[in-house]
């Protein structure tokens, strides 16, 4: 729940800041359209998944994360979401252009995802459904296409509210499908695991239990 939360907060920001860049145009806006990049896809995709993942845990396992890797997926969110915003409104009403910023902006969200997942360290195998791989890659398309049509049409805080609502159940819906395409087998012999836990008493507690 706090994921959606924070998603649908972060695209109400960002579609807020679209709104403006729309409205003052020319080279200022440019500027505005960053901070979106940042509302979008810092807040409202990776802040989102990694309060996700935080309510993940394999039982008797630690689980820790390559801080590398975890940086590197919340760069490519943020400037995935900006190729995307600024392609959309340099095309303007033009559906090439929307749709080419949705496959690009889907498909770097996606791999934002599962470069997250590739970050985790545990004592263990992981495996994907590839049709659940894929089916969670065409959900990113849509959400992503959808979420920048949005960034060129709506206005007015109820619309944007709305449209923010919305955004949130298809970028939540686009992670936890991609969860859903995992498992998990425990190593029989457990050893150490590299990289940071999202607390030292978390880390503590999940060696522990192990």
């Known amino acids: 729940m706090l994921a959606y939360i924070m998603s ?3 695209s109400m920001l960002g579609l807020l800041l679209t709104s403006r860049a729309r409205l003052i145009g020319g080279r200022e806006a440019r500027w505005w359209l960053v901070g979106a990049a940042f509302a979008i896809g810092g807040t409202g ?18 689980i820790r994360y390559d801080v590398p890797l975890t940086a590197a997926s919340a760069f490519l969110a ?29 498909l770097g969200v996606a791999g934002m995802h599962y470069l997250g997942m590739a970050a ?9 459904d590839p049709v659940v791989v894929t089916l969670s890659v065409l959900i990113a398309v849509a959400a992503a296409t959808v979420a920048l049509w949005f960034t060129l049409r709506v206005s007015g805080a109820l619309r944007i509210g709305g449209a ?6 298809a970028v939540t819906g686009m992670h936890y499908t991609g ?22 008493s978390c880390c503590r507690s999940s060696w522990a239990s192990a």
């Open 45 to 62: 995709i990776w802040t989102m998944h990694f309060i996700a993942m935080l309510g993940f845990s394999v039982s008797g396992l630690a």
């Open 8 to 10: 649908s907060v972060g």
């Open 179 to 200: 969860m859903y395409s995992m498992s998990v087998s425990s190593h029989l012999e457990m050893a150490a695991v590299p990289g940071r836990g999202p607390s030292t």
């Open 164 to 169: 923010a609502l919305v955004m949130g159940v």
């Open 120 to 128: 985790l360290n545990m004592s263990a195998h992981v495996a994907y």
């Open 78 to 106: 943020v400037v995935v979401v900006g190729m995307g915003l600024f392609l959309a409104a340099h095309g303007g009403e033009r559906l090439g252009f929307l749709l080419g910023g949705g496959v690009l902006t889907g």
